[in-house]
């Protein structure tokens, strides 16, 4: 009873996980960028956005990880699914302990003018992009995460 709660449990949190990613990335943050007139307003909140789900993403991952390693012992280093989570955490982390505090300090460093009107633009630019790269990936590894998931704890 216990091993299939904590199953169904992995795939509502894996699910919850993934789908913020999609629903957040690919639907609310263009609709903000669509709809606001004020961009820096828009990316402020898409940036909100993305640090929720970041923590989500992180407490997600913790348990998913621990989930895996409690029911599959140290086999569970060996599957790919245990390597999908360990990469999408790693990713969330980057992000949002690498990447995003130097883009807000480039942004703090251009007050009182707008990070894209300023020296800075170019490096928050890369960054920018890079971070969007980490999220692509991190979405494209989410759907594998749930087509093995459900899979693995049947």
Same mark, same amino acid.
């Given at each position: 009873?216990?091993?299939?709660?904590?199953? *169904? &449990?992995?795939? &509502?949190?894996?699910?919850?996980?993934?789908?913020?990613?999609?629903?957040?990335?690919?639907?609310?943050?263009?609709?903000?960028?669509?709809?606001?007139?004020?961009?820096?307003?828009?990316?402020?909140?898409?940036?909100?956005?993305?640090?929720?789900?970041?923590?989500?993403?992180?407490?997600?991952?913790?348990?998913? !990880?621990?989930?895996?390693?409690?029911?599959?012992?140290?086999?569970?280093?060996?599957?790919?699914?245990?390597?999908?989570?360990?990469?999408?955490?790693?990713? +969330?982390?980057?992000?949002?302990?690498?990447?995003?505090?130097?883009?807000?300090?480039?942004? +703090?460093?251009?007050?009182?003018?707008?990070?894209?009107? *300023?020296?800075?633009?170019?490096?928050?630019?890369? !960054?920018?992009?890079? *971070?969007?790269? +980490?999220?692509?990936?991190?979405?494209?590894?989410?759907?594998?995460?749930?087509?093995?998931?459900?899979?693995?704890?049947?």
């Amino acid at each position: 009873m216990m091993k299939k709660l904590g199953a *169904s &449990l992995a795939i &509502l949190v894996a699910t919850a996980w993934v789908g913020g990613l999609w629903a957040i990335g690919y639907v609310a943050v263009p609709v903000l960028f669509k709809t606001l007139p004020d961009r820096q307003l828009a990316g402020m909140l898409a940036g909100n956005m993305f640090t929720l789900i970041a923590y989500v993403g992180m407490v997600s991952a913790t348990y998913l !990880l621990a989930h895996r390693l409690s029911r599959f012992g140290r086999t569970a280093f060996r599957q790919s699914t245990f390597w999908v989570i360990v990469i999408m955490l790693l990713l +969330a982390l980057a992000v949002q302990f690498g990447i995003q505090p130097v883009m807000a300090d480039l942004k +703090a460093q251009a007050l009182p003018a707008e990070v894209m009107h *300023s020296p800075f633009a170019g490096r928050f630019r890369a !960054l920018h992009g890079a *971070s969007s790269i +980490a999220f692509l990936i991190q979405s494209l590894l989410g759907i594998a995460l749930l087509l093995k998931i459900e899979r693995a704890d049947q």
